[in-house]
């Protein structure tokens, strides 16, 4: 199977998602995480429909500015769009690998699921690292979906859907050794926060029910659409179960 395609369709999709209240309480920890500042510069790698820029804006002021940049033009029609009416706002098409902005030009880099699919994270990082300021600061999210623990009546159905899903990623596991390719990269204080995503009610606001069908969808087989059934009739009966870390990396470049 290869990565997930982020077209118009998924830009649609992720749009949907992310106005979860789950995502919502992931974007708080975020934003609380990498305290931007007024007046501050700030660039989201991967801004994928825009949702921290917007935010970041509104916590720079006009003072400050925001740049977003993702490998997806359909992600950026929406971001743009989200953020009409700012000045002080820019996009740009490009990779996290090589970022088409300036050196040392940032208070404080974003990338919020994002590197898990990149395949060379040194290079990544390497990139984020660049286009800080020295003294400036890090985070950096992802999941590592070996942590994820999802109750179901066919544990052997669940463990095949899971790792199919798995493949829309190139490394799923990407937290374990996060924190040292960040060292190497030449961060410092690097810190690791883990978050738990639980819940007993798998409905649509959830980060698990509002990704089941997508997940079902790239999955494509018939066994993965029999696992989703499951799960609604599992939330059906109140016998919902499904947990998982999400993890916030953050570091700052030497001054
Ligand atoms: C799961 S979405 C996250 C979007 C956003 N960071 C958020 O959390 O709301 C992943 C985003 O990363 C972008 N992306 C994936 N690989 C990328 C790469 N190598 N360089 C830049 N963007 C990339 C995708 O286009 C997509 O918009």
Redesign the pocket.
Known sequence: MT??D?NEE??AE?EVV?GRPD?LR??AL?HEALGAAPGERVL?????????VAETLERVGAEGSVVG????AP??AVAAKRCQGHENVDFHE????ALPVADADFDRV??????????DIPR?LGELFRVLRPGGRVLI?DVDWATVSWHSEDPARMERFLRAWDQHLTDPTLPRTLSPQMRAAGFEDVQMEGHAFATNDLTEDTYAGGLLHLMADYVGTDEAQAEAAEQRDLQARGESYFACIQFCFTGTRPG
């Open positions: 990565q997930i982020f998924m830009a992720l992310y995502i992931r974007r975020v989201d790698a991967g801004c994928g429909p825009g949702f921290y940049v993702d490998a997806s992600m950026l490009g990779d996290v690998t974003l990338s919020v699921q994002v590197l898990e699919y990149v395949a990544a999210w």
